[in-house]
């Protein structure tokens, strides 16, 4: 089956200090990623969704210069929290889907503490 | 706009029992509908989907769903409980059409918890 990787698994950074999460397509072509935040016990929140190759689209309060992402390659895509703040500190989970997939297969998603 | 409705946050049934997880969704057109599950501090695992066909769907570690068009509903099953069932599950759906209403809505999760 499909299988998405995320790197690191989890990451703890001091505030101000830039992080970068990539997540990468194992088997397959991933022509669109997403990427997800989770708060304890709450659902995902859909964050952003990137098509190879052009801008990612932010979903409504998604601040476009704090969670940079970039999905130049149709395996890779990385989310860079820039400046981070106590407040970023969450679950972020990315997921992918090639061209002929009805369904969207998830990566195992990065811890974040920011201090 | 799409959504999805899990009335339940949690969810608590003995060991053998049988167990349903309720789903409930709203979307223009046609449903794709699926089932995920989630362990403490993992990614989400896919479980079931429904795209077309039965509407009996059968999936991973013996759990299956059911697709009722006219409740607009997509319940998760499991005709015996296993304590190792016990995680936070997400029912989550998407527009069959093209373009941004291809993205998945989830709903809010229910924790299910089998006691031994």
């Known amino acids: 089956g499909a299988v998405v990787s995320q790197h690191p698994s989890w990451v703890i950074c001091k505030s101000g200090t830039s992080v970068k999460i990539e997540c990468r397509s194992l088997?397959?072509?991933?022509?669109?990623m997403f990427w997800y935040r989770q708060f304890p016990k709450q659902s995902l929140m859909l964050m952003a969704t990137?098509?190879?190759?052009?801008?990612?689209?932010?979903e409504q309060g998604v601040e476009k210069d704090k969670f940079l992402i970039n999905h130049a390659s149709l395996t890779l895509s990385t989310l860079t929290v820039t400046s981070a703040h106590p407040e970023d500190s969450s679950f972020y989970i990315c997921?992918?889907?090639?061209?002929?997939?009805?369904?969207?297969?998830f990566g195992p998603g990065t811890r974040l503490t920011v201090l | 706009a799409q959504s999805v409705a899990q009335p339940e946050d949690q969810v608590n049934v003995a060991e053998g029992n049988p167990l349903t997880v309720k789903c409930t969704y709203s979307?223009?057109?046609?449903?794709?509908l699926f089932w995920y599950v989630q362990y403490p501090n993992r990614g989400l695992q896919f479980l079931l989907k429904?795209?077309?066909?039965?509407?009996l769907v059968k999936g991973s570690y013996g759990f299956e769903a059911e697709f009722n068009k006219s409740q607009t509903s997509f319940h998760l099953k499991k005709p015996s409980a296993l304590v190792s069932d016990s995680a936070l599950y997400f029912c989550?759906?998407?527009?069959?059409?093209?373009?941004?209403?291809?993205?998945?809505?989830f709903g809010s999760g229910t924790q299910l918890t089998v006691l031994p």
């Open positions: 997921s992918a889907r090639g061209p002929t997939y009805n369904e969207q297969f």
């Open positions: 088997d397959f072509q991933a022509t669109t």
């Open positions: 990137s098509n190879e190759g052009s801008k990612a689209t932010y």
């Open positions: 979307v223009s057109g046609n449903p794709y």
């Open positions: 429904y795209i077309t066909g039965d509407n």
């Open positions: 989550a759906v998407r527009a069959s059409t093209s373009g941004s209403a291809r993205q998945l809505t």
